[in-house]
């Protein structure tokens, strides 16, 4: 069984905001991945960004200067 890390879990209200913060990251070399919402929360469209947690302060203001929304940034073991 694979052993449960702390992650930083970005969740979206909608699947447009989810592809469209993908697409910025990637365009912009930003730790992560898209994943599906983990069980332990609910997010609107089902899509969570998945970043180690030390790049919340890095993803948060990236997101916000490029005028991207979020519902929500966690830490969470997944």
Known sequence: MRKKQPALIVTFATTAAAMEA???CL????PGRV???PREITAGCGLAWK???E???QLAG????AGLTWS???VLEV
């Open 51 to 53: 970043a180690p947690p």
């Open 62 to 65: 990236a997101l916000r200067a």
């Open 22 to 24: 993908e697409s910025f």
């Open 55 to 57: 790049a919340e302060e």
């Open 27 to 30: 365009a912009n070399q930003l």
């Open 72 to 74: 929500a940034m966690q």
């Open 35 to 37: 994943i599906p919402v």
